[in-house]
């Protein structure tokens, strides 16, 4: 189904092993999902990715961890990105994210996405007052 | 530079009118914003429109005010609506968005899209743990 | 603003003349819209997108001429292409598209991109009444 | 393969069972598809999104039945959902859509996304014959 | 699982043979594959979409074969395509796509998305400097 | 127009400095185009940002600079960011592009989001011979 295979023995690879391990330590499970196995076809594009990936959604920032993932999920839903609506879905519910919320996410994505397409369809002028002042 | 024009004398309308009424109660402001204006071209364009809009984001619920706004603008962010970009930043920032959340959402946004893209150009396989039983 | 520029002189090369000819008996106007005015930064590209464009929309066919160019609309609001929305509206409008439809269509677009996006949401399995035999 | 699963004895709830007994009284058939089904894990985006599918879609209006699902359909391919094509072209061909006029749609849908991104790549300054005066 | 089904016994058309007859040629290959197989339900839309592919992507110019196979995966990939994102990784690794050059392309178009989506949110005037002169 | 304002005195920050010290050593020019400047509201944005362009686009590496010019102008385009679309161009001029070959990337952009469409609308089958074994 994939378009590149995941390399055999991955972790035999040390740069795929520190990756691995660091995932395993940053989320205290030993389950490494696909998305990480696969893109260790390329050392480089993996150990960036998960970089990025721990930076912003696994330290400590001004927005909780569960207001985060709800974020991605909403994009990963607009982005119409399968694989990303199911593990990030996942992720908000290990989370603490409820059903009603898990309602509310959805019912948010799916007024902006109507409110946006009516917003394009009329081609609106922007309110002065949403301008900043350069 | 849109493509309707606001009817003249638009609280003139009293379906108009008691839309915008309640805009400004339940926003307790004197400020209607062009989306508003624009809609009230079709009466029940506007009342439906609304009525949504203050049933999901003005109304008490599981989440916060804010992490509702942050949330509307991301989808509005990926769906690349100008206007609603525009809007909803400022909504965001009115309802507390202070600018190192700012950022953060950009870089959620930014991450879950690029995410998104590489899950896409992978095919991914959704591993079996994120699948449910029915 | 625009990222080529029409060559001076648009109708000097036969080739471009020949389509704006065209455009101009098929619609029965003097008036080139602008995208046929930049499109001839390439001979080639102009002809094919015309020919298409013409055999797809200013053919009798099996749907009406307002239909075809609503449809269009709705393509080009989903598709957020702000010169398209405005050409293909002031289209629609040309060829009857009331007030009372223009908003129909609005709705249309707003409520399909509202369930699509919940659809993909939930992941939907598509029900097999839906699904055709091979 | 979805994010949530349907309630189970989905019409013990009356909020449910009175949002698929209208659904089956609207559109005269037994069958209710599964996004009903799914949408019923949370009561009032069942009620709400089922009532604005049945005032746009299901009421007479100025656009006869099979051009708003036609447009319906035309949104569900751009928005690239699964489900929603499989469903819209389903219903579409219910309400009389023919294989020529299905290869019409398919013919806009595609022709104009193409067009868009030629505009969207070329940045084309709108006509001012397109724009309304204020 | 596809919304039409190509026609039985596809080769008895004429036109559909001829369509045929010029890919297998064309590409030096027996092999048909899907795309061509269920768009012949439709004459006239297998034969503009043949001719207009064999005119871009198999006719020498100015970009080499490479090149323009990684330009359509990019756009494939960005459109969400399941089925073309699954042709033009074939097709360009038939071209002499390596992995270290797939790679590449992935990071591109994931690099691309981020910023695309960090240059909407921000909603960034353009530079004079990159804007043409009229 | 902006949704958020480059700090005054840029680079009295000695972060953005050194950011745009390298930008202007890597690209060997003095102009510092408004991408940079604006993601100067966060440091860290900033500094992400830019060490990612500079890694994927100005790194030698399997594709030369100015093809990999062209799939971020492709992507940019399908995103339809404005912005990104005029930046690219012109990056893309700057490295050589000629007419010849932005007409043709165009072509390429539209063909195959049109084809793109079609297989989505079609809901293809993918072709078993572009599957990976696992």
Redesign the interface.
């Known amino acids: ?5 995941p390399p055999e023995n991955l972790e035999s690879n040390p740069r795929v092993k520190a990756v691995f391990d660091d995932i395993r330590a940053t989320r205290q499970t030993g ?1 490494i ?3 990480w196995r ?2 260790a ?2 050392d ?2 993996l150990e ?2 998960w970089a ?2 721990k ?3 696994a330290t400590p ?3 909780d961890p569960l ?2 993932e ?3 999920l ?17 992720g908000a519910k290990a989370k603490g994210m ?30 002065p ?4 002042e ?1």
């Open positions: 189904m994939s378009t590149v295979l389950f999902n696909n998305i696969y893109l076809f390329d480089d594009l960036r990715t990025e990936v930076a912003v959604m920032s001004d927005l207001t985060k709800m974020l991605y909403a994009v990963s839903i607009v982005n119409n990105c399968n694989y990303c609506v199911h593990s990030h879905t996942a409820t059903p009603a919320q898990h309602a509310e996410v959805l019912k948010i994505v799916a007024l902006a996405s109507k409110t946006n397409q009516l917003a394009t369809a009329l081609q609106l002028p922007t309110d007052e949403f301008l900043m350069e």
